[in-house]
Every structure is written in C-alpha cells, then in structure tokens.
C-alpha cells in the first residue's frame, strides 16, 4: 500500500514537470510567432520604414482611449510668469531653413479650394490677445515652462466666421516652403490654451522661433507646435504629418 502511494505520487510530479515544459515551449514559439508576425508586418508608410500596421494599429486604439477619456475638458497646466524661461530652447529648424520673405508673407487661410483669405501679421494682431504660460514638452524628453501671446485659434474663427470651416475634423498647417506640416483634430484646436502665436516673453517671436506666427498647442507635444505658418486648411480627412510619417503617433496628445 505504501509503495504503491510512493510510485504514484512520483508518477504525477513527473507528468507535472513535463506538462510545464510543454507549456512553456508552446508559450516560446508563440510568442517567437507574434515577434515574426509583426516584425514582418507590412508598414503604414515608406518614409523611413513607418510603422507595422499591428503597431500602428495599437496607437490608433490607444488614441481612442486618450481621446474619450481626456479630451472634452483638458486644459494643460498653466504657471505665473515668474516661472517662465528668460532663454527659450529652440528646437527642430524644418521649413525655417529658407530665409522668410517678411514683406510678402501672408497667412493664407484656404476657406474652400480657389478661396484662400491672406492676412498680414498686423490683421492678427488686431484680434484679442490671449498669454499662455505652460510645461513645453518635446518628445525627445525636455520640456520648460515658457510664455507666449497671440490669438486664441477659436477667436480668430469667429473674427473671420470660419465656422463652417470648423465644423470640419481637422486643421493643417504647412511651413511657407512646404517642409514641415501638422496636422490637428479640431477640438484641440478650439481648445481655449491653442494659439497662432506671435509672441514670446511679451516680445514678437525670434525668427527660429517661427517669427511671424507659429501655433502654440500646450495640450499636444512640441512636434504639433509648428513654427513659421504658411498655409492653413480645414479637412475631414487626417492632413499629412510630418512626424506621423515617421512613426510618431498622430495625435500626440499629453
Ligand atoms: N517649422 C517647424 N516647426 C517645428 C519644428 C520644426 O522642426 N520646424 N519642430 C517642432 C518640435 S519637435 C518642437 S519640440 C517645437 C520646438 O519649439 P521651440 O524651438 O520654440 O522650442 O517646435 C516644433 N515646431
Ligand atoms: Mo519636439
């Protein structure tokens, strides 16, 4: 009786043990399988490899998530000038590269194909003034406290009654040379803190700061930020994105 209970304890802890190595060898090759699978995944874009679809796919749920768990009220964090940097990082000089055409610079706002409304600097400036103070985030890992002026982009729609164009889902911004672009969903853009931004530190934006106007959007990371506003469009399809094209994620919300 006793031999018997011996042999057939034995007999279960060797079949436990093989039973754990198969598991473990059937949880190895799918896990190898997975890796293949999305390492050898077709890609969204071309410009330097983009992103496989399953991956790409994983930050367009994750979008969904960020976008219906924070959007509607989110304001960015806002400080005292005190706390603001006296020097101002620069970052990222794509579309600045060509020297600007000051006099002949325009804000070109593209109402609807062959009807583009050209605004100088002066026609911004005579719009209510709104200051923002927040944490600049880059996604390469700084961020600063910095302040900056000019007009509320939902301001500037009812200045100009662009309503219809905003009843649209996004915006587009393109750099005069047509070197670096964004891409914005319009409710961040109607967010109260999303400015075109002519000043920084209550004086007019330095030139590698996007002199005349840039967008300030303290809502998203610095990417969407775009320095030196050409073009301006409405669409309810995603415009291109500069950093989209090369694998970040488009909507780069905080
Ligand atoms: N035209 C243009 N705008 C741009 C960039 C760029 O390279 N070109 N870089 C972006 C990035 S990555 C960041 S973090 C911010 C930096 O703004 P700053 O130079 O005023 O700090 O600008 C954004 N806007
Ligand atoms: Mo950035």
Request: hydrophobic share 40%.
């Amino acid at each position: 009786m006793e031999e018997k209970a011996k042999k057939k304890t034995q007999r279960q802890i060797v079949l436990r043990t093989l039973l754990s190595f198969l598991g473990f060898a059937i949880f190895i090759a799918g896990a190898t399988f997975l890796w293949f699978k999305v390492k050898n995944a077709s890609t969204d874009r071309g410009i330097r490899g983009g992103v496989q679809v399953p991956l790409r796919k994983v930050l367009n749920e994750n979008e969904q998530v960020f976008n219906k768990a924070f959007r509607k009220k989110h304001l960015a964090k806002e400080f005292p000038k005190s706390e603001a940097a006296k020097k101002v990082r620069v970052n990222g000089n794509i579309g600045l590269r060509a020297s600007l055409n000051n006099k002949n610079w325009r804000l070109n706002v593209i109402r609807s194909s062959g009807d583009t409304l050209k605004l100088t600097l002066a026609d911004l400036e005579k719009l209510p003034k709104t200051e923002v103070i927040f944490n600049f985030k880059c996604i390469e890992g700084w961020s600063q406290v910095s302040h900056w002026g000019g007009v509320r982009f939902s301001d500037f729609v009812k200045a100009y009654h662009l309503e219809k164009q905003a009843s649209k889902a996004y915006i587009g911004l393109v750099t005069p040379d047509g070197q670096y672009y964004v891409g914005i969903d319009m409710e961040s853009a109607m967010q109260p803190q999303t400015l075109l931004c002519y000043e920084m530190n209550g004086v007019p934006l330095p030139l590698d700061q996007g002199y005349p106007l840039r967008l300030i959007i303290p809502v998203k990371y610095g990417i969407k930020s775009l320095k030196r506003i050409g073009d301006l469009s409405f669409s309810n399809e995603r415009p291109p994105d500069y950093w989209f094209e090369r694998g970040y994620d488009y909507y780069a919300g905080l």
